[in-house]
């Protein structure tokens, strides 16, 4: 690469005369003569100034001069590369490699440049044979690890990037690099330990805050991913990724006011996808502010027609509005691209029974419990709804399925000993009860005071029918 110091303090300015009277003599057409130092020095000056193509002029300019010298081919590569005209590059190293074919810088920076052009499996050869001559290359070790992690081979990359670390703790960029790599191989706690090692070296490297918070996330840690995301929107206030993130970790957190504000300033910064307008219809449905969450799924569905989940969160939230027909036509779109999700035929049965169609909403039951057989709240959901179209028998068989399913909850029986009560069957009633009691020992004063009779003896002799209101049902 070209990383050169100068001796002489007044170095920069003996090199901008020198360009300027280069500049002059090819105006000109004149040939200005340069030493080898010279044409080095102004090469060097053009790159740092990013004027590429006069860099690469200079190093032409070198090659002619010493035609069997490999170093200025090198450096005609690294040009090239810069230039995005990457198979010259690959020439002009394929020449520097015929003239000195052990020079590892050459190959480390072929090696670079073929990664470049997703020829990664090419680029870990160049970079195995630079590193068989020289083994603490910190370069190609480092590179090597890139070439590596294209290819998803994590633990080799890793392997590579540690052996990096391990000679220059303080590459500018291998932790970093480790930190994903920790991350791919789901060594969540070390990733979070790479990129904070990242973050001594520099601490306004906002990309490390980013995937740090990313990685928090991912461990439950969701206040510490938001302050992780906090530092890389201060580094970098319209970092529009780092916003959207934190809206996740803070609904995460339980704190749906904060990512609202968050998804809110992501469409401050661009134009809203899907994504971004159905994660705010999720967090003002949390609020409680259905009609804002239900325009917000209707943006999603403009922006998106097809994404069923903005669809079923559509009708989740005009289901609380008691805008039941409105529900069961978005649940019925939901349906329609995903008409074996078991969550949107229970949430279209829940907004018929809300609406009053029993009967419609019995076979709709059937259908989440024949998808889901496993799902005993909708066993519980068919059972009570069978129960109020008279269907008794169905209706016990049903809540002995939900029993069987989760023999360990308390609502389960609950809900049994409320079924129970309501048909007579007033000692069965009272066992469900007092085993409800025994599984939540905190609701059994509850349960005593709704149902003494049960409890005078300490022996189940009858129940009060329980027959109160029915509540709606949660889409």
Known sequence: MFDYEF???????????????????????????????????LATYYFE????????????????????AADPWMRRGILLNHLDRHEDALDAYDHALRLSPTDTETLVNRGITLDTLDRSDEAVDDLERALAMDPLNVDALFNLGIALEKLERHDASVAALERCAEIDAEHPEVWYELGY?????????????????????????????????????RLGRYTEAVDSYDFAIAIEDDFTSAWYNRGNALANAGDPRGAADSYLRVLDLEDGDAATFYNLGLAFDELGEFGTAVG??????????????AWYGMGCALDAQGRYPDA???????????????????????????????????PTYEKVVSLDPANADAWLDLAETRL???????????????????????????????ALAKLGQRESAARSFRRAAELDPSRADEIRRAYPDGWSDGRARGLGSGDGAEPARNA
């Open 7 to 41: 001796d002489d303090p007044t170095g920069d300015d003996h090199l901008a005369g020198l360009a300027a009277a280069y500049e002059e003599a090819r105006a000109e057409g004149r040939r200005l003569f340069l030493d080898s130092d010279d044409l080095e020095g």
């Open 49 to 68: 100034l990013g004027r590429l193509t006069d860099a690469l002029e200079i190093v032409d300019l070198q090659a002619e001069q010493m035609p069997g």
């Open 181 to 217: 790599g920790y991350d791919q191989l789901g060594r969540l706690e070390d990733s979070v330990g790479a990129y904070d090692r990242q973050i001594d070296i520099d601490p306004f490297a906002q990309n490390a805050w980013y995937n740090r918070g990313i990685v928090l996330n």
């Open 296 to 309: 917000y799924f209707e943006q999603a569905v403009r922006a998106d027609g097809e994404y069923a989940d």
């Open 328 to 362: 069961i036509a978005a649940f019925d779109r939901a349906l329609a691209l995903a008409p074996e999700d078991a969550e949107f035929w229970h949430a279209r049965a829940d907004s018929q029974y809300n609406a009053g169609a029993i009967a419609e909403s019995l």
């Open 388 to 418: 109020e179209a008279g269907l008794r028998d169905e209706a016990l068989a049903a809540f002995e399925r939900g029993v069987a399913l989760e023999p360990t909850n308390s609502e389960v029986y609950l809900r049994q000993a409320w």
